[in-house]
């Protein structure tokens, strides 16, 4: 599926065209809460969408539930939708993508989020807005949906081609205002993507063009978009986000997810906070990737050089220096490498251990075992 994408301060305008394009009966739109109006999106929706017929949703968590999802689709078909809008973060942006996906297909959505073979038809027109600079959601043919509750809650990704927004409008006016551990965490999203793209087993010369750009650019201004925020370094990092997801819709997440979803559903840490904890300690392993553990079919050589690679994008000599850069990037944008200092116990490292998504662990060029996760956690704890 192609996307169309707009990229720039004001690019929202186009959306305007967009709706003169489709001229949508009914338009499900999904926002955030007071996301939405503080960060200036409210108002500019407001006037673009003048004359046009909405429904407005916005009743779910950060970490969008079944049920959740299944509530937005009741709307979504009550009002007769033909045409979906989500304005905010990555949340937002899975929550309407699950949402228009999900309400055309004749399975339930539980079967079609677990299994996405079930998934036969398009959903209606989907324009992404993103309001944070993170999650690259509005690049992606992925939305995170969660099952169950505590400590059973299980992450899906719910994956197909008919997921990815036909429109993708980022404006980085939308921000400006972002709070600073709110950009930290989404800024450390972006950069945890665009270096597991990179290394991941399914890269390809397009994703690691992206990633490689990703890099450079969230690197450089994450410090800045945090502690001293001004346009330009709020623009590269909305450029970065997206970019990392456009990687990551080719070469998917590597360990640092894998381990990352647990620490947000049972501990409460948010995503890309969490991705950050593992970030450094798996590029070290993955560096010490041996005949006997290359999952990459590109082979043990071709690992070792694209982490070198890596190692060299974020300026320094070794794995440990990166690692250390990473740690003391974290303190400086405010977010506490160590697990004790981020409320996880000793039982919540045993949970995460166990509850890794297998899947994304395939991707890791390294294999990562229980006992290495473990080692690895206990480092960090």
Not at 221 to 229: E, F, K, M, Q, Y
Request: with cysteine; glycine share 10%; hydrophobic share 35%.
């Amino acid at each position: 599926m192609k996307q169309t994408e707009y990229m720039g301060r004001g690019a929202v305008s186009n959306l305007k065209s967009i709706l003169e394009s489709h001229s949508p009966r009914s338009i499900f739109l999904v926002t955030g809460k007071g996301s939405y109006e503080g960060c200036g999106a409210k108002a500019a929706m407001e006037e673009l969408l003048s004359g046009h017929q909405y429904v407005h949703f916005s009743d779910f968590n950060p970490n969008p539930q079944l049920d959740e999802i299944e509530r937005g689709i009741d709307i979504y078909n009550e009002n007769a939708c033909d045409m979906v809008i989500a304005v905010g973060g990555g949340s937002v942006i899975d929550v309407g993508k699950s949402v228009n996906v999900l309400a055309e297909q004749s399975n339930f959505p539980e079967l079609c989020v677990k299994d996405s073979g079930l998934i036969e038809v398009k959903g209606n027109p989907l324009v992404a807005i993103p309001t944070t600079a993170g999650s690259g959601s509005e690049a992606t043919h992925f939305a995170v949906v969660y099952i169950g509750e505590g400590k059973d809650k299980t992450k899906y990704s719910l994956a197909h081609e008919f997921v990815l927004p036909d429109y993708a409008i980022i404006d980085p006016n939308f921000t400006n205002s972002l709070l600073g551990h709110i950009a930290a965490s989404t800024g450390m999203d972006a950069l945890g993507q665009a270096i597991e793209s990179y290394w991941s087993v399914n890269s390809t010369d397009e994703s690691r063009a992206y990633a490689n750009r990703a890099i450079s650019l969230a690197i450089t201004n994450i410090g800045a978009t945090v502690n001293i925020p001004e346009y330009t370094s709020r623009g590269a990092m909305a450029e970065a986000a997206n970019l990392a997801g456009k990687a990551i819709n080719i070469s998917k997440t590597t360990a640092p997810h894998a381990m990352s979803y647990k620490f947000t559903s049972l501990c409460g840490i948010p995503h890309g906070h969490a991705v950050g904890l593992t970030l450094g300690s798996v590029l070290v392993h993955n560096a010490g990737v041996t005949e006997a553990d290359c999952n990459d079919s590109r082979g043990v050589e071709y690992v070792r050089k694209t982490i070198g690679e890596i190692v060299s994008m974020l300026g320094c000599d070794s794995p440990e220096e990166v690692k250390d850069r990473l740690t003391s990037l974290m303190e400086y944008i405010g977010l506490d490498p160590r697990l004790s200092k981020n409320g996880v116990t000793r039982d919540d490292v045993e949970s995460v251990v166990a509850g890794i998504n297998p899947e994304r662990l395939k991707n890791n060029p390294r294999v990562l075992t229980s006992e290495n996760a473990k080692a690895m956690l206990d480092m960090i704890f």
